[in-house]
């Protein structure tokens, strides 16, 4: 399955850079960042989905802690 | 500009305020040095504490850390001036994209500004606003004069003009009457509309307009691949570098001259201030973004930089006829009367023989005779071959060659490559024929010539057509090559064997009205569904959707994927060659900061300017 999430990154390489440590979290199929429209998706298993965001999410904060990433 | 820009920009002004102070009065030295400072703590706070959170964190490639080594080490150096300039100048190009980026974002989206914010929906006392997507299937909206249609839908009742250009980018306004479809997202000019919504909002044009927009930016272009996975190495491989300078040439020139570290220590950070990839990075998506928002403002849909990138490789172009090149409606092309008769005449009996018939061809009768249809009786129908009636009282035959023959008529051989030809008698006698086809678009002629023109080397005409037509089509068009009689599926074989014989570097787009195409739009390397308005499998299998049916808009499609992919490779050779030449240059102590600002900030700001080109496709 694929989820979208709004994402709030400062720079086109803080981008790359958040897509790099997502892709590389167990489970994940697919991750894109775009800094252009400050959007997240991740493709991955429905049953790791909810893993993989918190794992996500916890990454994202200790590598990149301007980049906001918002779960709904 | 927002708040967060707003600020940062009075910090720049402050802090160039003070710079400039400093460096013009006359002060002594300390109170110099002080206000180098306070401005450099001014423009600097946020980059040095984000260096120092980052660096905790294990991030040692980040660019704070590296520009705040870099002017930190300036300062050590003695040069406060340059320490100072470099962080100011580094805010400033930072501001700028910002800026740059932000500005595109909202141009972008405010050309697809197409969400409605409320529809109209009749009560008892008047008319209530509500959330489109409440609304359901089978509901009566109305669409005031200059509102926007909210849903899809079919007029019950009005008539009005709709402005589709936020959809199409044509700007003369659409006719709409009673019984007519509706898209949604386009604007009621004149009249007062009701009309009877035939899809909930998820399933509306606009919602899959703004998805497949909003969607793009997922399927990421080559180019952009690789200057993020350059960026992954250039940032390392010339922090190192810098540190192997700072400690190399020392070590067998002069180790113990303070002056020879002084030099190489301010060499290598020089290196630092250029180690940043930012605007490299931002200048490709920035560039692809603003093409496929310029392309949109055009009614050209790309669903990704991808495709984007793969129509500027796009040689051979094969096409659909029916719907694509041509009408896909049968009408009157020509009638041509024998002496005796006049071409109103043989039209008028033709039509009225053919009076009861719901056949196409009597449909285009019909439509092309108007009101001038005559009375008609005793209608007798020979399948395959035509109708016999009494018109006015005279005997009419309408139909083929075979059914005047069978009637012992003799008339002349009329036919045509292009269409059908209807023969006519008038009590025993040939009274002429009249030409019925499919018409070929007014433009598709320049616009077969405008592909060619932006350098299409071959193009192909797929159809499911028989050969004579199709062959014919493509003589009066200009397009190089036929394929007639097929299926579905010989369509998609076809197009692998013409994929097959291609280079690496040459893609084929297949472009099609998206009715029954859908196989082929997926299999060929870009498929592009013309016409697409309303047609959700069309918009699924396409890898470009053009919102009208105008031909001419693949060449356009392909000029601006030209343009686009031309700046992206200006801006990413340009950024590098300047960042690797000035590296070498400060190498060999030629250069000095002034310089590494230059290639840093200098090409970000020039190849920002440049991607916001592509946003004026």
């Given at each position: 399955?694929?989820?979208?999430?709004?994402?709030?990154?400062?720079?086109?390489?803080?981008?790359?850079?958040?897509?790099?440590i997502?892709?590389?979290?167990?489970?994940?199929?697919?991750?894109?960042?775009?800094?252009?429209?400050?959007?997240?998706?991740?493709?991955?298993p429905?049953?790791?989905?909810?893993?993989?965001?918190?794992?996500?999410?916890?990454?994202?904060?200790?590598?990149?802690?301007?980049?906001?990433?918002?779960?709904? | 500009?927002?708040?967060?820009?707003?600020?940062?920009?009075?910090?720049?002004?402050?802090?160039?305020?003070?710079?400039?102070?400093?460096?013009?009065?006359?002060?002594?030295?300390?109170?110099?040095?002080?206000?180098?400072?306070?401005?450099?703590?001014?423009?600097?706070?946020?980059?040095?504490?984000?260096?120092?959170?980052?660096?905790?964190?294990?991030?040692?490639?980040?660019?704070?850390?590296?520009?705040?080594?870099?002017?930190?080490?300036?300062?050590?150096?003695?040069?406060?001036?340059?320490?100072?300039?470099?962080?100011?100048?580094?805010?400033?190009?930072?501001?700028?994209?910002?800026?740059?980026?932000?500005?595109?974002?909202?141009?972008?989206?405010?050309?697809?500004?197409?969400?409605?914010?409320?529809?109209?929906?009749e009560?008892?006392?008047?008319?209530?606003?509500?959330?489109?997507?409440?609304?359901?299937?089978?509901?009566?909206?109305?669409?005031?004069?200059?509102?926007?249609?909210?849903?899809?839908?079919?007029?019950?009742?009005?008539?009005?003009r709709?402005?589709?250009?936020?959809?199409?980018?044509?700007?003369?306004?659409?006719?709409?009457?009673?019984?007519?479809?509706?898209?949604s997202?386009?604007?009621?000019?004149?009249?007062?509309?009701?009309?009877?919504?035939?899809?909930?909002?998820?399933?509306?044009?606009?919602?899959?307009?703004?998805?497949?927009?909003?969607?793009?930016?997922?399927?990421?272009?080559?180019?952009?691949?690789?200057?993020?996975?350059?960026?992954?190495?250039?940032?390392?491989?010339?922090?190192f570098?810098?540190?192997?300078?700072?400690?190399?040439?020392?070590?067998?020139?002069?180790?113990?001259?303070?002056?020879?570290?002084?030099?190489w220590?301010?060499?290598?950070?020089?290196?630092?201030?250029?180690?940043?990839?930012?605007?490299?990075?931002?200048?490709?998506?920035?560039?692809?973004?603003?093409?496929?928002?310029?392309?949109?403002?055009?009614?050209?849909?790309?669903?990704?930089?991808?495709?984007?990138?793969?129509l500027?490789?796009?040689?051979?172009?094969?096409?659909?006829?029916?719907?694509t090149l041509?009408?896909?409606?049968?009408?009157?092309?020509?009638?041509?009367?024998?002496?005796?008769?006049?071409?109103?005449?043989?039209?008028?009996?033709?039509?009225?023989?053919?009076?009861?018939?719901?056949?196409?061809?009597?449909v285009?009768?019909?439509?092309?005779?108007?009101?001038?249809?005559?009375?008609?009786?005793?209608?007798?129908?020979?399948?395959?071959?035509?109708?016999?009636?009494?018109?006015?009282?005279?005997?009419?035959?309408?139909?083929n060659?075979?059914?005047?023959?069978?009637?012992?008529i003799?008339?002349?051989?009329a036919?045509?490559?292009?269409?059908t030809?209807?023969?006519?008698?008038?009590?025993?006698?040939?009274?002429?024929?009249?030409?019925?086809?499919?018409?070929?678009?007014?433009?598709?002629?320049?616009?077969?010539?405008?592909?060619?023109?932006?350098?299409?080397?071959?193009?192909?005409?797929?159809?499911?057509?028989?050969?004579?037509?199709?062959?014919?089509?493509?003589?009066?068009?200009?397009?190089d090559?036929?394929?007639?009689?097929?299926?579905?599926a010989?369509?998609?074989?076809?197009?692998?064997?013409?994929?097959?014989?291609?280079?690496?570097?040459?893609?084929?787009?297949?472009?099609?009205?998206?009715?029954?195409?859908?196989?082929?739009?997926?299999?060929?390397?870009?498929?592009?569904?013309?016409?697409?308005?309303?047609?959700?499998?069309?918009?699924?299998?396409?890898?470009?959707?053009?919102?009208?049916?105008?031909?001419?808009?693949?060449?356009?499609?392909?000029?601006?994927?030209?343009?686009?992919?031309?700046?992206?490779?200006?801006?990413?050779?340009?950024?590098?060659?300047?960042?690797?030449?000035?590296?070498?240059?400060?190498?060999?102590?030629?250069?000095?900061?002034?310089?590494?600002?230059?290639a840093?900030?200098?090409?970000?700001?020039?190849?920002?300017?440049?991607?916001?080109?592509?946003?004026?496709?």
């Amino acid at each position: 399955m694929k989820k979208s999430f709004k994402i709030e990154v400062d720079c086109a390489n803080c981008a790359a850079k958040v897509e790099n440590i997502i892709k590389e979290i167990e489970g994940v199929e697919d991750a894109t960042v775009s800094f252009m429209t400050q959007k997240l998706s991740i493709k991955a298993p429905e049953e790791k989905m909810a893993g993989i965001i918190e794992e996500a999410v916890k990454r994202v904060a200790k590598a990149d802690p301007d980049t906001v990433i918002y779960v709904k | 500009m927002t708040k967060k820009q707003k600020k940062m920009l009075t910090r720049i002004v402050c802090a160039a305020l003070l710079y400039a102070l400093a460096l013009l009065l006359p002060v002594p030295e300390p109170v110099r040095l002080a206000l180098f400072v306070t401005a450099y703590l001014i423009v600097a706070w946020n980059v040095l504490y984000k260096a120092v959170r980052n660096i905790g964190n294990g991030q040692v490639f980040d660019e704070n850390f590296l520009m705040a080594v870099a002017s930190l080490g300036a300062f050590a150096l003695g040069e406060h001036s340059e320490a100072v300039a470099v962080m100011l100048f580094y805010q400033v190009g930072e501001w700028f994209q910002d800026y740059a980026v932000n500005r595109s974002r909202k141009s972008v989206s405010s050309l697809m500004d197409l969400r409605p914010d409320y529809a109209n929906i009749e009560t008892g006392d008047g008319l209530e606003q509500v959330d489109p997507e409440e609304i359901e299937e089978g509901t009566v909206i109305v669409v005031k004069p200059g509102e926007r249609v909210p849903l899809d839908g079919v007029v019950i009742s009005g008539t009005s003009r709709l402005d589709t250009s936020a959809l199409t980018g044509e700007s003369v306004p659409r006719q709409i009457k009673e019984g007519d479809e509706v898209i949604s997202g386009c604007i009621n000019e004149s009249g007062l509309l009701r009309v009877k919504v035939t899809k909930e909002f998820e399933n509306s044009t606009v919602a899959r307009i703004l998805d497949l927009v909003e969607n793009s930016a997922e399927k990421k272009s080559r180019s952009e691949a690789f200057i993020t996975k350059f960026a992954k190495y250039y940032t390392p491989v010339v922090v190192f570098s810098a540190l192997a300078l700072a400690i190399l040439p020392p070590l067998f020139t002069g180790i113990g001259q303070l002056e020879v570290w002084k030099q190489w220590i301010y060499r290598a950070l020089t290196f630092l201030v250029i180690s940043c990839p930012c605007a490299l990075v931002l200048s490709v998506p920035l560039s692809f973004f603003g093409g496929i928002g310029g392309a949109s403002r055009k009614g050209i849909l790309i669903k990704g930089g991808n495709y984007l990138e793969a129509l500027c490789q796009v040689k051979v172009l094969a096409m659909d006829k029916t719907g694509t090149l041509t009408k896909g409606t049968f009408e009157v092309q020509k009638t041509v009367p024998e002496e005796g008769f006049s071409a109103e005449e043989v039209l008028a009996y033709a039509a009225s023989a053919e009076n009861y018939s719901d056949h196409p061809i009597a449909v285009s009768l019909k439509e092309a005779a108007g009101e001038a249809k005559l009375e008609a009786k005793d209608v007798e129908e020979t399948a395959g071959h035509g109708v016999k009636a009494s018109v006015n009282g005279h005997e009419v035959l309408v139909g083929n060659r075979k059914l005047l023959e069978k009637y012992g008529i003799a008339c002349k051989d009329a036919e045509n490559d292009l269409g059908t030809v209807v023969y006519v008698a008038f009590d025993g006698r040939y009274a002429g024929h009249i030409l019925i086809a499919d018409t070929i678009k007014e433009e598709a002629k320049e616009a077969v010539a405008a592909l060619k023109r932006e350098g299409i080397r071959e193009t192909v005409l797929l159809s499911g057509d028989n050969k004579r037509t199709a062959e014919a089509v493509c003589r009066e068009l200009g397009v190089d090559a036929c394929e007639a009689e097929l299926l579905p599926a010989d369509k998609v074989s076809a197009l692998e064997k013409r994929m097959s014989g291609l280079k690496e570097t040459e893609k084929l787009a297949f472009v099609g009205d998206g009715i029954n195409d859908a196989p082929v739009l997926m299999r060929s390397d870009v498929g592009i569904a013309m016409g697409a308005l309303g047609s959700d499998a069309a918009i699924e299998a396409a890898d470009i959707v053009l919102m009208d049916d105008k031909v001419t808009k693949i060449a356009e499609a392909i000029r601006i994927a030209r343009k686009t992919s031309r700046i992206v490779y200006e801006n990413i050779w340009f950024a590098i060659g300047i960042k690797v030449l000035v590296l070498l240059l400060s190498a060999f102590g030629l250069t000095n900061m002034w310089w590494a600002v230059f290639a840093d900030v200098g090409v970000a700001f020039l190849c920002v300017l440049n991607a916001m080109r592509c946003l004026n496709a």
